[in-house]
């Protein structure tokens, strides 16, 4: 667990339904995000990219792929913000021989044994027992091997 400021994501989002992310459709937005890296200024860690998920509709949520950059950078055209709060957050490194779903049910289920309570944003109805959730991604790995990366869910003591 661990403290973290308040955070600006600035890439593409992608809406859609768990069975077109599962067939793959966030794939083409995290191409998108990197063919376009070049318009984001101030990046605060240009290796790594940050995908957050946003469980805001029934079998849905929001998908933003993007860079962690400073605050007051211009959000390019056509491109979108996020702004991870500040708080606490419960991490987690997903290993690439593990599976992906056996690691979010295990981190949903030590969440649940140390007490703590996953953040619901106040402004979006939430369908997931995890409401947010934020991956950082090595840019140069993702979409080219078995995935590796760090998870953070930011909750309540």
Avoid at 77 to 95: K, N, R
């Amino acid at each position: 667990m661990r403290g973290m400021k308040e955070r600006l994501i600035v890439g593409l989002a992608w809406e859609g339904t768990i069975a077109e992310a599962e067939k793959g459709d966030i794939h083409r937005v995290i191409e998108d995000v990197k063919n376009r890296s070049e318009e984001i200024d101030g990046k605060i860690n240009e290796s790594e990219l940050v995908c957050v998920s946003i469980h805001d509709r029934p079998n849905g949520f929001t998908h933003h792929v993007g860079w962690e950059v400073e605050t007051g950078i211009k959000v390019p055209t056509g491109m979108v913000s996020c702004v991870l709060p500040e708080g606490t957050y419960f991490t987690l490194m997903h290993q690439k021989e593990e599976n992906i779903a056996k690691t979010y049910t295990n981190l949903k289920q030590e969440i649940q044994n140390k007490g703590l309570t996953p953040l619901k944003p106040e402004q979006v109805d939430s369908f997931d027992e995890l409401p947010i959730k934020i991956e950082l991604h090595s840019v140069e790995k993702i979409l080219k091997e078995e995935p590796e990366f760090q998870i953070h869910i930011p909750v309540i003591k």
